[in-house]
């Protein structure tokens, strides 16, 4: 699914049924994530296609949404697997509004715009935001000096600085869609990215697979099972209660080894 198709998605959306558990998991981490409280601010939902991880990303974006805060987008393609980067290439063209058919000079003034409007350093930043987007230094700027492991490092940490100024001094949160399409890169960077935010963000994956999230990672995990006719809530099961404040039945809870040390 594309960013654009996720975004038609989200507009035509029926309201959302059942799911209560994973609501109220959603709400907790993002009150945490506000008040910057450290804890998991991760939020994994797994499970077949078509059972709903989108549907349940979709509420999360509104929710944050409501609150003014940033959403920010990863979206994994089927055709771009082994593309380096390329979630990334997609939410940094949508920010910049730049087209599939843009020449090479008109992408790098798109991105220099952008850059300037999140008050980053453009001498610094479009040189390694650009090679993202596919544009050569032959369209108007001057190369980094580095290569291989040491540029691709920089360009990590110059993608970090961009995603954290999009989201501002608040919270906010990233959706990583399709994560079973993610190339190994958009996956480190990913890491990396939950690592120096240090509490500020929420994160939601969506994943086909029960891959994800990696030993160590302070998450909380649902695997999803179809609705049935029972989801709507109840008053009589308290695991249904939004306000229970229980970790939910079906989630648990990884955090055996905090590596990003909250
Ligand atoms: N809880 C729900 N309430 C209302 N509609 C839902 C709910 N869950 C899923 N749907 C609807 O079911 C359809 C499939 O859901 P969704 O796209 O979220 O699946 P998915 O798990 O993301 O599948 P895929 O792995 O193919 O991306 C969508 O039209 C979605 O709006
Ligand atoms: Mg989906």
């Not at 940094?92 to 090479?104: D, F, K, M, N, W």
């Not at 492991?149 to 100024?165: C, D, Q, S």
């Not at 690592?195 to 500020?200: E, F, L, Q, V």
């Not at 229980?246 to 989630?251: D, E, I, M, S, Y």
Request: glycine letters at 10%; proline letters at 6%; aromatic letters at 4%.
């Amino acid at each position: 699914m594309t960013g654009k198709r996720l975004d038609a998605v989200r507009r035509a959306q029926a309201p959302i049924v059942g799911r209560d558990r994973e609501l109220a998991c959603l709400q907790e981490c993002w009150a945490r994530a506000r008040v910057d409280a450290g804890g998991a601010s991760v939020v994994v939902f797994r499970g077949a296609a078509g059972v709903g991880k989108s549907r349940l990303a979709a509420a999360a974006a509104e929710m944050v949404e409501r609150s003014g805060a940033a959403v920010l987008e990863l979206v994994g393609s089927p055709l771009h697997t082994g593309a380096g980067l390329y979630p990334v290439r997609v939410l940094l063209e949508r920010r910049c509004g730049i087209g599939g058919t843009s020449a090479p000079r008109e992408r790098l003034r798109l991105l220099t715009a952008e850059v300037v409007a999140r008050r980053l350093d453009p001498a610094k930043m479009v040189p390694l935001l650009a090679p993202v987007l596919g544009i050569g230094a032959d369209a108007g700027y001057e190369p980094i000096a580095a290569e291989g492991r040491k540029l691709y490092l920089l360009i990590v940490e110059a993608i970090h600085g961009y995603l954290l100024a999009c989201v501002g001094d608040c919270a906010g949160l990233v959706i990583a869609e399709d994560l079973h399409w993610f190339d190994t890169s958009t996956l480190e960077l990913l890491a990396g990215l939950l690592h120096a935010s240090r509490g500020r963000l929420l994160v939601v994956i969506t994943d086909r697979t029960d891959q994800w999230p990696p030993p160590g990672w302070p998450a909380e995990v649902f695997d999803l099972n179809p609705l049935t006719d029972t989801d709507p809530m109840t008053d009589t099961d308290p695991c249904r209660s939004r306000d229970s404040g229980r970790t939910p039945r079906r989630a648990s809870r990884v955090a055996a080894t905090d590596r990003f040390g909250r």
